[in-house]
Structures are given as structure tokens and as C-alpha cells.
Nanobody, 123 residues
Framework: QVQLTESGGGLVQAGESMNLSCTASRRAPKSVGMAWFRQFPGKDREFVAGVTWRDGATDYAESVKGRFTVSRDSAKLTMYLQMNSLKPEDTATYYC????????????????WGQGTPVTVSS
């Protein structure tokens, strides 16, 4: 079983930055990459950003492009999300997940999930 553990969430003011981390207990079988999703109350989870293990290729949702940066340290089995210029509408629970597909935004392609970390951005 693969466990993903997120850290780094909390409360910040609008315009500030925050860094999230996600560490895997071990490399998931057939894992090609990782991604961050977020979930607003009463809404489905939405894709935020993804990165591949092998070459570090990335993908971003339009709503975060230019503000968020996803990266990974393959040796540490850790993925990061640097969030800059945070807005109140970024307030959500952020989840990391592992996928057997390359840079996919489809939830069903992710077979391991973290427990989520809340991010609150005050105005």
C-alpha cells in the first residue's frame, strides 16, 4: 500500500505565498506522475497541477497558471506546490495523488490519494 502525506497547509492573507509538500511512503507501482487537486465545499475535486517523475514535465489549470509552480524530487518521492499571489478563491482542501497516466486531469486515473490539507486565504 502506498501512503501519500501532504503538509504545509494553513491560513494566509491574500497576496501571500504558501508551499505544500506531498511525500510518498514508496513509489507506487506503474506510477508515472503526481498531481495536486483541490476541492471546494460542495464541489467535485478539480485538477490544479501535475508533474511527471521521469522528466519533470508539468501541467497547470488555467486558474493557477503563472501563480503556482509544481515540482518534484524523485529521490525523496516528494512533490511540491509553490503557491504565490494567493487569492481568497484559492481557499480549498488540497489533495495530492499518484497516477499511472502521464499528466492526466482525469480523477479516475489516480489510484492513490493523500488525506488532504486545508488552505485558507483571507481577504
Amino acid at each position: 500500500q502506498v501512503q501519500l502525506t501532504e503538509s504545509g497547509g494553513g491560513l494566509v492573507q491574500a497576496g501571500e505565498s504558501m508551499n505544500l509538500s506531498c511525500t510518498a511512503s514508496r513509489r507506487a507501482p506503474k506510477s508515472v506522475g503526481m498531481a495536486w487537486f483541490r476541492q471546494f465545499p460542495g464541489k467535485d475535486r478539480e485538477f490544479v497541477a501535475g508533474v511527471t517523475w521521469r522528466d519533470g514535465a508539468t501541467d497547470y489549470a488555467e486558474s493557477v497558471k503563472g501563480r503556482f509552480t509544481v515540482s518534484r524530487d524523485s529521490a525523496k518521492l516528494t512533490m511540491y506546490l509553490q503557491m504565490n499571489s494567493l487569492k481568497p478563491e484559492d481557499t480549498a482542501t488540497y489533495y495530492c495523488a499518484s497516477s499511472w497516466a502521464r499528466l492526466t486531469r482525469v480523477l479516475g486515473a489516480y489510484d492513490y490519494w493523500g488525506q488532504g490539507t486545508p488552505v485558507t486565504v483571507s481577504s
